[in-house]
């Protein structure tokens, strides 16, 4: 995650039709400004309900490797 920022996941079994649609939804929605977004913020990172968290809120866990460095 740290040197590539994203998961590659395979044999989701989502078809490709679908699969573009929600590619096209997610770049539409992402490119729209930030106080359109934060209409979908429904609060504290893991509200529930879900919803948009704007950039800064979200990390990715250490790993157990990571995590033993870091105490060194």
Sequence with gaps: MR???FAIIIGHGI????F???LT??????????AQKMIYNHGD?????G???PPG?????LSMN?????MK
Excluded: A, M, R, W
């Design 3 to 5: 040197e590539f920022g």
């Design 15 to 18: 078809d490709e039709i679908h």
């Design 20 to 22: 573009n649609q929600l």
């Design 25 to 34: 939804e997610g770049k539409t929605f992402f490119e729209q400004p930030l």
């Design 45 to 49: 990172y893991g509200h529930p309900s």
């Design 51 to 53: 919803g948009y968290t």
């Design 57 to 61: 809120y979200e990390t990715v866990g």
């Design 66 to 70: 990571e995590e033993e460095e870091t």
